[in-house]
């Protein structure tokens, strides 16, 4: 079958032939429909992952749509965390237990896109950050979690959301989205946002150090990445003033229930319209490229590759 296939830690896959999974018991082969780059599938190939260098070659690939026994399903798989292939091929090993079936009309291209990206807004936003109704919400970035993030606040009940990005591109993603404000990353969040019960954040650096000086006494911040910075320079003095809540999110804490309750519930949104990221649909044969431009930026939106 037709797979992408990384044969070397820090290159890009290409594509290659390779056998056709064989199913371990409790395994199922899924005929994959859509499979999704995200910023784990980039990391994990990079080989300085904290999950380790993979063992090579292998399939990468954390999570696809495709059809068993000809019913849609979600599926996660522990490529590049774990030896084994993912769904960037025709064909896909997955854990039967792990499966998500989805509601008719379910587009699998969007949910694809949307994926364990809005897994991580939603959760992060409703579970770790115990969003109420009528609370402001500062939402950082506006890649695939940004976007999604911003959408599941207004669906959660939020009363007002506040974007930032750093390119004029993001800010006018966060606007599709609905964000009630928009605003660049320097911008005085104090002013925009004071008050704010709530910061999503996939940045930290100094983004999310300036978006927190915004947040009420008692306010919680979620930080769920670090793509403006690994460290980020708060000071004790903010955190102890206001009695800050700040806490770490990363999806691999869900139990399979609670994951494949939010995929339910992304499904379900997305079915009624109600939720999309900008996202570029790429044939599988053209992978290469494709990593290329997803790790450098310049993808036009969240690629998401077909077989
Ligand atoms: N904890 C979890 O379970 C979990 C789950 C999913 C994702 N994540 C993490 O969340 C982060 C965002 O994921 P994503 O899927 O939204 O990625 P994405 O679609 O690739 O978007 C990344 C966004 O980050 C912005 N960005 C990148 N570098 C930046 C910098 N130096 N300063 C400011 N903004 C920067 C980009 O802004 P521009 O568009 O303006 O360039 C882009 O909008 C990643 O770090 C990812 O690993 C964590």
Redesign the pocket.
């Given at each position: 079958m037709r797979a992408a296939l990384i044969v070397r830690p820090g290159q890009p896959p290409s594509l290659a032939d390779r056998d056709e999974p064989s199913p371990a018991p409790g395994e199922v082969a899924v005929d994959v429909l859509a499979a999704p780059i995200?910023?784990?599938d980039l990391?994990c190939a990079t080989g300085t992952s904290y999950f380790g260098v993979p063992a090579t070659p292998y399939v990468p690939g954390v999570q696809g749509i495709g059809t068993v026994d000809g019913h849609a399903v979600w599926f996660p798989t522990a490529a590049g965390m774990a030896p084994g292939d993912g769904s960037m091929a025709a064909k896909a090993p997955a854990r039967r237990e792990d499966l998500v079936f989805l509601p008719d009309g379910v587009d699998p291209v969007v949910l694809a896109a949307l994926g364990?990206?809005a897994v991580?807004a939603h959760m992060a936003l409703t579970w770790r950050g115990e969003l109420a109704p009528g609370e402001t919400v500062i939402v950082l970035?506006?890649?695939?979690?940004?976007q999604a993030a911003i959408q599941l606040a207004r669906l959660a009940g939020a009363g007002r959301v506040v974007a930032a990005?750093?390119?004029s591109?993001?800010r006018d993603r966060a606007r599709r989205a609905g964000a009630d404000a928009v605003v660049a990353?320097d911008a005085d969040f104090s002013e925009v946002a004071a008050g704010a019960d709530l910061l999503l954040d996939?940045?930290f650096?100094a983004?999310a150090a300036a978006a927190a000086q915004a947040l009420r006494p008692g306010g919680r911040w979620v930080n769920?990445?670090?793509?403006?910075g690994e460290t980020c320079p708060v000071s004790s003095s903010l955190l102890r003033s206001r009695s800050l809540r700040l806490s770490g999110?990363?999806?691999?804490e869900l139990t399979a229930q609670q994951r494949a309750d939010a995929i339910a519930t992304v499904a379900r949104h997305a079915v009624r319209g109600e939720l999309t990221v900008d996202h570029e649909v790429v044939r599988l044969a053209d992978v290469s490229d494709a990593w290329r431009r997803q790790a450098e930026?310049t993808a036009g939106g969240?690629i998401v590759l077909v077989p």
């Open positions: 995200t910023p784990l990391l364990l990206s991580a970035g506006c890649g695939a979690v940004g990005a750093r390119s591109e993001g990353l996939p940045l650096g983004p769920l990445g670090g793509s403006a999110y990363t999806n691999n930026g969240r």
